[in-house]
């Protein structure tokens, strides 16, 4: 069970495929814009997801929507974002889950399902765009 210091990150790993050119050109950055580009992509790719778990989360003080947020993974061998929530809305969990006695609602699955190939398009836009930006600049 979190506690109001606790931070737990719903995981889902997405494999994109059909990026070959992408891949190449950015395979050609240098390493010290391969993180900012990768990063700002894969901000803009979670966003859609982020928003509709805000729009899915049950709304009784506004609290857990006002603490679902998006951030940079940090110990990754490769960059990645994740969806958490923080603050005192530890009770995020068991409106996700449910408990004995309450049923679940869930908010953070459905978003993430229902938004994930939105999130890869917009990736995917993105990403060509800071890649075009840093080989052109």
Known sequence: MPDDKTEVIMSARIRIEGLDELERQFDRLADTSKRKVMMKALNAGIAPIKKEAKANAPERTGLLKKNIRSKQMRKTEK?????YVSGKAYYWYF???????????????????????????????????????VMVG
Not at 79 to 83: H, K, L, Q, S
């Open 95 to 133: 409106v996700e889950h449910g408990t004995s006695k309450m049923a679940a609602a869930p908010f953070l699955r459905p978003a993430a399902d229902s938004k994930h190939e939105e999130g890869v398009n917009k990736f995917k836009e993105r990403w060509k765009v800071e890649i075009d930006k």
């Open 79 to 83: 960059p990645a974002v994740g969806i």
